[in-house]
């Protein structure tokens, strides 16, 4: 069946062209860094909010317009597969990611379960054979269920971890079986509302043990998927223990998991924490930890996780800056984790919104390459703390100074003169790098 018939394969036609379904920056075949476009940027469709989201908010029912909608249980779950790889093929986008609940309804049991989940991903694994569009990740949904009301791996109740274990045993089992070149820890419900019925030192202890078991039992199976975790500070647990990269990072190293996780790192979860995405992305990359990205963006009017589709370029400029910086994403790439707005409800609008997503992240890559060609935060960064390249600076780096040396320099000082930062030139230099790089996009 053809779900999306009034739209053909979307192609690059150019920076002037006036098709919606045209992509105007995105260049698959581009060459950025040695790298084609499609190989350095590894777009990918969230199966979750693309196929299973239905429009819902908390004050009203769902809008969106789904001729798949028309199927219940296991045939909704394969019209579904069939629709996700037609708009694979349409937007020519080399990965997709879910959740396992995504992809197959939740029997009465678990036995049920694992028997829906079977025969989509027999289904799967057939469309796989021809499709070039690979699974970049799966996770298991610990979230949406009243059994997790408590949390999965941190839960108070033995019987629901069990049952989270069980849940990522099969996940892994399923990311092996589809070639997954990553593997997601989201914990969704993994933190507490307050603390005055929390053990927090046994639920990091039992979190710990959840991932030292998921690591050891992949390693069993041979699934050698890099482990990702994706940090959020709340929402929907007041307190998560997966707050933002500083605080994950602390975590793994805590319980020796840092040689087996890298970050999935979200835009807009960035936001929640009250970060900057690129602040999120710079922690992950100096740590050697950036593994991954779910490209969205936040309302800034707004408190809450609204998964818009990423179209502010200043953003895309800046994470693409980090992400050329750490020489790609490995394995990782830039999955959609976004949904149309719930006005947006005609199927058309799934392929606006990441035709506009994919055309900024272009645009920030070409920008990003620019900035870092011509050396203009790296020399400016440099200048500024030059102090640190002799004298005592030199010393404090070499680890040769120490209290008594530095109070003897300091008491043979003079008046101290500190330079600008010049934070608002170098602003308008990215605003001028932006227009520049689109001038020349539209000249061509």
């Known amino acids: 069946m053809n779900y999306f018939e009034n739209i053909n394969k979307v192609s690059y036609e150019g920076a002037n062209s006036t098709n919606p379904f045209a992509f105007k920056y995105y260049n698959p075949d581009e060459i950025i860094n040695g790298k084609k476009m499609k190989e350095l940027l590894r777009f990918s469709v969230a199966y979750w909010h693309t196929f299973v989201g239905d429009g819902s908010d908390p004050f009203g029912q769902g809008t969106m317009i789904r001729s798949w909608d028309k199927y219940k249980g296991m045939d909704l779950a394969k019209a579904r597969v069939e629709a996700a790889f037609e708009i694979f093929e349409k937007l020519d986008v080399p990965f997709f990611c879910f959740h396992d609940v995504d992809i197959a309804p939740e029997g009465d049991n678990l036995r049920e379960t694992y028997r829906n989940l079977d025969e989509i991903v027999a289904i799967m694994k057939e469309y796989m054979k021809t499709s070039k569009t690979k699974l970049l990740w799966n996770t298991a949904n610990l979230f949406s269920h009243s059994r997790w009301v408590h949390g999965g791996a941190t839960s108070p109740n033995a019987d629901v971890y069990a049952y989270a274990a069980a849940k990522v045993k099969k996940s892994l089992e399923i990311g092996k079986e589809l070639g997954a070149e990553n593997y997601v820890f989201w914990g969704g419900r993994e933190g507490y509302e307050t603390i005055l019925n929390t053990n927090m030192k046994l639920e990091l202890d039992n979190l710990a043990r959840f991932y030292h078991m998921a690591k050891d039992y992949a390693k069993e199976i041979g699934f050698n998927a890099q482990f990702l975790i994706e940090p959020k500070p709340k929402e929907p647990t007041k307190h998560q223990y997966d707050f933002d990269v500083a605080t994950s990072l602390a975590f793994l190293k805590s319980y020796g998991l840092e040689d087996y996780f890298k970050f999935n790192i979200e835009a807009n979860h960035a936001t929640l924490a009250g970060h900057t995405f690129e602040h999120e992305l710079h922690v992950a990359r100096i740590n050697g930890m950036l593994g991954s990205v779910d490209a969205n963006q936040g309302d800034m009017l707004l408190g809450w996780d609204t998964d818009e589709f990423p179209t502010d370029l200043y953003s895309t400029t800046l994470a693409m800056y980090e992400i050329l910086k750490n020489d790609g994403l490995g394995t990782g790439g830039l999955n959609f984790d976004a949904k149309v707005r719930r006005a947006s409800f005609d199927v058309e609008d799934l392929f606006y919104a990441h035709i506009a997503g994919m055309d900024a992240f272009a645009i920030g890559t070409k920008v990003a390459k620019r900035l870092i060609e011509d050396r203009v935060l790296d020399d400016f960064i440099e200048e500024r ?40 030139k170098l602003k308008g230099i990215i605003n001028k790098y932006l227009l520049e790089v689109y001038a020349q996009l539209i000249k061509d």
């Not at 102090?387 to 000082?413: C, M, N, P, R, T």
């Open 385 to 424: 703390y030059s102090s640190f390249k002799e004298g005592i600076g030199l010393e404090i780096v070499e680890g040769k100074a120490d209290f008594h040396k530095l109070e003897k320099y300091a008491l043979q000082l003079g008046e101290i003169k500190n330079k600008s930062g010049r934070q608002e």
